[in-house]
């Protein structure tokens, strides 16, 4: 479908009550009609996919109040995209947003420097988040009766308990420093690996996602994640790790050609436009901007 010549000079997103949020947005009409012109609301809990539509108003209403979002759980973040209509049938879709602080100077200063120490000193992964707000239950291993697994090392579902486990990869930069050793007590001594990550502020961490080391070969559980920001603008995560053994369900998860992977170390959002910043070359291109 052709591209409409209309874009959202504004989207702000905000949490007024404890169990809705709402979307406000701007229109820059640039030639296009808009007598008739809607605005579809998508709504996500992960900010680079599974988005779906939760409503359709018109274009000149500009604000959404929606009470059917989940805020029950502080990892269920929501993330919004927003598509206009214009009065041809012409469309334009938004980047993602969410409730943020502001973008100010200091907080994007930060945010370069993580870059920075990232390209100098990181490794590519992936990252594999998991999936927890959908409908479509494993079909191998949960019980809708009791409502809980019941099968272990499941490889439909990688012992999530949602089909398919994991949504696709994202192919980023991240420090990992060198596992340190814990001897578990118990009737069968073993031992298990921890370690600490530090990533840019995309894409966000949630306990239970995976990552994979390309270099190597390992992959991760995310046990923790601690944030850092700047007026309420997250500029890195640290993440606390478990190193995953061989025979662990989840080393059983497919990776994808890795060529057919986009690189992003971070995003930086403007409402009309998604930026993607390829940070793993050293070369002057690997700062190109991709418009969406």
């Keep these: 479908m052709t591209e409409s010549s209309v874009k959202f000079g504004q989207i702000i997103v905000a ?26 609301i998508y709504r996500s809990y992960v900010e680079n996919t599974g988005y779906e539509l939760i409503a359709s108003v018109p274009a000149t209403s500009l604000v959404y109040r929606d009470e059917t979002v ?24 938004s980047a993602p947003v969410r409730v943020s602080g502001e973008q100010l100077a ?14 100098l000193g990181g490794n590519p992964i992936l ?3 998991r999936k927890f707000d959908t409908t479509e239950r494993c079909s191998n291993c949960w019980d809708p009766k009791l409502r809980q697994v019941t099968i272990s090392n499941c490889e439909v579902c990688y012992n999530t308990g949602y089909s398919g486990g994991y949504h696709l990869p994202v192919l980023t930069l991240a420090i990992i420093i ?12 073993r031992q298990q690996s921890a370690t600490e990550s530090t990533m840019s502020n995309y894409p966000l961490m949630r306990p239970r996602d995976l990552i994979y080391e390309i270099n190597t070969g390992r992959r991760f559980r995310v046990v923790a994640v601690r944030t850092a920001e700047k007026h309420r603008m997250l500029i890195n995560q640290t993440l606390q790790l478990e190193v995953l053994n061989p025979s662990d369900v989840e080393h ?29 070359s050293p070369s002057n291109e690997a700062f190109k901007t991709i418009y969406i």
């Design 127 to 129: 990252v594999y988040q």
């Design 178 to 189: 060198p596992e340190m050793k814990v001897d578990i007590p118990g009737d069968t001594p």
């Design 252 to 280: 059983r998860i497919p990776v994808p050609d890795i060529s057919t992977l986009t690189p992003v170390i971070t995003r930086a959002r403007a409402t009309h436009r998604e930026m993607l910043r390829d940070n793993f």
């Design 106 to 119: 200091p907080g994007i200063d930060l945010v370069r420097a993580t870059i920075t120490l990232l390209r």
């Design 70 to 93: 989940n805020l029950s759980d502080r990892w269920r973040i929501p993330f919004y995209k927003l598509e206009v209509v214009d009065g041809l049938g012409y469309t334009r879709m």
């Design 15 to 40: 949490q007024q009550t404890t169990d809705s949020q709402v979307i406000g947005w701007q229109i820059l009409g640039i030639g296009a009609p808009m007598t008739g012109a809607i605005v579809r």
